[in-house]
Nanobody, 125 residues
Framework: QLQLVESGGGLVQPGGSLRLSCVAS????????IGWFRQAPGKEREWVSC????????NYADSVKGRFTISRDNAKNTVYLQMNSLKPEDTGIYYC??????????????????WGRGTQVTVSS
């Protein structure tokens, strides 16, 4: 069974940090572009970040640039999203996704074949 499972979400105060993990089972992540998306209550899903299969090329949405870092450990079949200086507007369900396509910039959500079920991140005092 091919699946992605996110973890690491939770409740954190503004200015705090969380590290999300995305573990793949049933397939190897090392040939896939990995993306992180999020969806806030009542809002459309939005792209947050992505990393190439090697991890050498990364992209970030302007809203998280300088605060979030995507990384991957292909030996562990895991991708991470380190989130620092969290803001209330970062609240939402965070999803990881895997795409077989390669692009210099962000891929649209439709280009991702595998999705996790998400992990809740709540930033509130």
């Amino acid at each position: 069974q091919l699946q992605l499972v996110e973890s690491g979400g939770g409740l954190v105060q503004p200015g705090g940090s969380l590290r999300l993990s995305c573990v793949a089972s049933g397939f190897s992540l090392d040939v896939y572009t990995i993306g992180w998306f999020r969806q806030a209550p009542g809002k459309e899903r939005e792209w947050v970040s992505c990393a190439s299969s090697s991890g050498r090329r990364t992209n970030y949405a302007d809203s998280v640039k300088g605060r979030f870092t995507i990384s991957r450990d292909n030996a562990k079949n895991t991708v991470y999203l380190q989130m620092n200086s969290l803001k209330p507007e970062d609240t939402g369900i965070y999803y990881c996704a895997a795409s077989p396509y390669v692009a210099a910039g962000p891929l649209p959500a439709e280009e991702y074949d595998y999705w996790g079920r998400g992990t809740q991140v709540t930033v509130s005092s």
